[in-house]
């Protein structure tokens, strides 16, 4: 390779590199909030009795573990744009995509939660007269989010990865600025090294520093 | 004017579309049997002393990286800086590939984890040979916890296995994207894709869950 590693053409678009990193990381945490949300309803919906409700819940989970990021915003953004008329703007369309396809993750994560709640407690908390409301906050909620909290801090990981892919579409994240770096000084070497290390950085400290804080504050007190 | 859907474009292409799905599925198997092996190839590295730091490193790096990332970084940046050109084939399988082995590694591990300790000590207590407390004790449990996970795992790939066309991989979606643009039909070109790919991952799914079943039923 001509020059060795050219370190400084990586400083001179590192300003860009980090702006796309904050774009990157930007569009996981607003994708992370639609499908904490979204991934309620459905789960809750999915717990229903009438079929009405359950089964286009699970066929939501079913249809979003199987769709790839890449062809969902494909479709989305292009596909559904020219076809309906309704023209979502790159990150809009990006923050929707990412966080629908992990909203059906994160409806199974909120079931295996419940489902670590062992029938006696609920019995237990009723017999000795707690509310509704105080039964899913004092009793229900602390035991199912030392479930919940650990797996949906995974899922971010997960959801920060995926996000890579959103400049398929335009949105200016780390890796779009790889590219055009790359197209404008023809170092691809250098400037994909730069966004790969920043991803890695990225998750490796939000899963040794965040995330493990995260698990522990949410563990079980015995 | 209200968009004018034209599925018979869609028919008239039937061809490419197979033949694009099908390398789409190449992909996807031959960066499993990649993973399957190299995965395994790490899980017992971990275990040992000096290359298992090594290993160990390898999964953590390789679990954290964006297999998007990877795939340019390997099919343009190595390939310039190296000055070794993999085709975009070879890249894909590649990328996907040794990505899968990090995760792989860790099922391996849990597998061979959940076996106890006390089947080997029993098997060698018994006098079976090192190679026969193996094939005959602890890989039989260990398959038990390995096969399904690895499966789930295959759906993952096969999720992965869409993103190879944007090195110029001619797959399912390579041709999407091309029709799409040759006759401005995005819509038709894609639903017709993805409806191939989702229903493809939710079949897989599906086996992997019967399969589950049954292993669970057996034990």
């Known amino acids: 390779m001509e020059g060795g590693f050219r370190a400084d053409l990586v400083l001179a678009g590192g300003r860009l590199l980090l702006a796309g990193l904050g774009v990157a990381v930007g569009v996981a945490v607003a994708a992370m909030a639609v499908a904490v949300i979204v991934g309620l309803v459905v789960a809750a919906l999915r717990q229903a009795r009438s079929p009405w409700l359950w089964v286009p819940a699970f066929a939501y989970i079913q249809l979003f573990r199987g769709t790839s990021l890449y062809v969902f915003i494909l479709w989305v953004y292009f596909g559904l744009a020219m076809a309906t008329g309704v023209a979502l703007p790159p990150v809009g369309a990006a923050v929707v995509c990412l966080g629908m396809l992990h909203s059906a993750y994160m409806a199974e994560i909120y079931r295996a939660g419940l489902s670590a709640v062992p029938r006696g407690q609920f019995e237990a908390a009723r017999a000795l007269g707690l509310s509704g409301f105080s039964l899913y906050r004092d009793v229900v909620a602390p035991q199912a989010l030392a479930v919940i909290v650990p797996a949906a801090a995974n899922l971010f990981v997960d959801v920060l990865k995926d996000s890579a892919l959103v400049g398929v579409v335009g949105v200016n994240d780390v890796m779009r600025v790889a590219d055009r770096l790359t197209r404008f000084y023809f170092r691809p070497f250098e400037f994909f090294t730069a966004a790969a290390g920043l991803y890695v950085a990225t998750i490796l400290a939000f899963s040794h520093l965040v995330a493990r804080r995260l698990d522990e504050r949410f563990a079980p007190r015995s | ?219």
């Open chain 2, 1 to 219: 004017m209200p968009y004018q859907f034209e599925w018979y474009l869609v028919a008239r292409h039937w061809q490419p579309i197979v033949v694009g799905a099908l390398v789409t599925y190449w992909v996807a198997v031959v960066s499993m049997a990649l993973a399957s092996a190299f995965g395994l190839a790490l899980a017992l590295a971990q275990r040992a002393p000096v290359v298992g730091r090594a290993a160990r490193v390898y999964v953590q790096l390789m679990r954290a990286v964006p297999l998007y990332a990877f795939l340019l970084w390997l099919y343009y940046g190595l390939s310039v800086a190296a000055g070794l050109t993999l085709g975009p084939l070879v890249a894909g399988c590649l990328s996907l590939g040794l990505i899968t082995a990090a995760y792989m590694a860790e099922i391996y591990r849990a597998g061979l984890r959940a076996v106890g300790r006390g089947q080997v000590d029993a098997a060698r207590a018994l006098g079976l040979s090192p190679v026969a407390v193996y094939r005959d004790v602890v890989l039989p449990q260990a398959v038990r916890v390995i096969l399904p996970a690895a499966a789930s795992q295959f759906v993952g790939v096969l999720k992965g296995a869409a993103i190879v066309s944007v090195v110029g991989v001619p797959d399912l979606m390579f041709f999407a994207n091309w029709a799409s643009l040759r006759y401005f039909k995005p819509f038709e070109f894609y639903t017709v894709a993805g409806a191939i790919l989702v229903g493809s991952t939710v079949l897989v799914a599906g086996a992997v869950a019967l399969l589950e079943r049954r292993l669970r039923a057996g034990r």
